[in-house]
């Protein structure tokens, strides 16, 4: 196929999981269902952090900045996957695939400095606890959330730049649910060395950067809990990051496994399949995760339930919260 101007002649198409129409219903159904979940469960922990004051706190500001990243960064794939089978239809815009690559790398970016920002939160707290207030002051949090945001958004805008500078075969299509870069990348018609480049550095710097910093964070967290002497104050000191800590496996460990099976297999249907886990399943995760194994959020959901029951019109009797 002869190379075409990629602005006004190319059109994606994303091939999806299956192009078996007996297994459509199937997936619109499960797809669907995680979205609702991973959008109501991230509202619902924002929610009730908003509305509680005992939560108005740095974890729990930054937990919801994260479950807010997490309502947008399932919002950039899912709903354009659910409503190309809807509709029949595998193909995406070259300016709505631009846009999609845009906002998947900002949204995922942003998870990974926020996890960051939380593990220095907790390291904080355990390691210096006395001054947790004077150290993670007002000023500082709201740096802590606007930096990465700034980092994220000039990421995503120089890859989006680069991109734009490739041209595409017409009808190029796309073995993935959405349009992934590096996808989007290698079915590129002409030279791709500096996006390669790129594409490698910023996997260094933006995404071993924080993990490291996440390293170095625990690392002196469990340090501190070795040095408490009795086993009740471990424990306790150890709960306070149980939830993140979960939430920083499951993140890592799904994209790890991506990185792996991609490489391990080159089957761009089996990257698009274990990209579910961090593309959706992580999002959907951590409400349940946080909300499961955190005191603080289960007893804010029922103080929220206590209001709603006791709003209701006494007729139907009081209710009461599970």
């Keep these: 196929m002869e190379p075409g101007n990629n602005t006004q002649f190319s059109e994606f198409f994303l091939l999806g999981f299956s192009a078996d129409p007996e297994l459509q219903p199937l997936i619109f159904g499960?797809?669907?269902?995680?979205?609702?979940?991973?959008?109501?469960?991230?509202?619902?922990?924002?929610?009730?952090?908003?509305?509680?004051?005992?939560?108005?706190?740095?974890?729990?500001?930054?937990?919801?900045?994260?479950?807010?990243?997490?309502?947008?960064?399932?919002?950039?794939?899912?709903?354009?996957?659910?409503?190309?089978?809807?509709?029949?239809?595998?193909?995406?815009?070259?300016?709505?695939?631009?846009?999609?690559?845009?906002?998947?790398?900002?949204?995922?970016?942003l998870d990974?400095?926020?996890?960051?920002?939380?593990?220095?939160?907790?390291?904080?707290?355990?390691?210096?606890?006395?001054?947790?207030?004077?150290?993670?002051?007002?000023?500082?949090?709201?740096?802590?959330?606007?930096?990465?945001?700034?980092?994220?958004a000039m990421n995503s805008l120089l890859q989006s730049l680069m991109v734009l500078k490739l041209t595409f075969c017409r009808e190029v299509e796309i073995p993935h649910f959405f349009c992934e870069l590096n996808q989007m990348v290698q079915l590129a018609c002409s030279d791709t060395f500096l996006n390669d480049m790129v594409m490698y550095l910023e996997s260094v710097l933006l995404a071993g950067g924080p993990f490291a910093g996440i390293i170095y964070s625990y690392s002196k967290i469990v340090s501190s809990i070795r040095k408490i002497s009795s086993t009740q104050g471990k424990f306790k000191a150890f709960s306070t990051c149980a939830s993140h800590l979960s939430v920083v496996l499951l993140f890592y460990c799904t994209s790890l496994g991506v990185y792996l099976s991609s490489a391990a297999t080159h089957s761009s249907h089996s990257s698009a399949t274990a990209s579910v886990m961090y593309t959706v399943v992580t999002p959907m995760m951590n409400p349940f995760i946080y909300s499961l194994r955190n005191k603080d959020i289960k007893r804010a959901l029922k103080r929220v339930c206590g209001i709603v029951g006791i709003k209701r019109p006494t007729v139907l009797g009081q209710m009461k919260c599970p």
């Design 112 to 152: 990974d400095f926020l996890l960051t920002v939380m593990a220095y939160d907790r390291f904080v707290a355990i390691c210096h606890p006395l001054h947790y207030t004077v150290i993670m002051n007002l000023r500082l949090c709201g740096l802590l959330v606007l930096v990465p945001w700034m980092m994220s």
């Design 30 to 109: 499960l797809f669907l269902s995680m979205y609702l979940i991973a959008v109501f469960g991230n509202l619902i922990i924002i929610l009730v952090t908003i509305s509680d004051s005992h939560l108005h706190t740095p974890m729990y500001f930054f937990l919801s900045n994260l479950s807010f990243v997490d309502i947008c960064f399932t919002s950039t794939t899912i709903p354009k996957m659910l409503k190309n089978i809807q509709t029949q239809s595998k193909v995406i815009t070259y300016e709505g695939c631009i846009i999609q690559v845009y906002f998947y790398i900002f949204f995922a970016g």
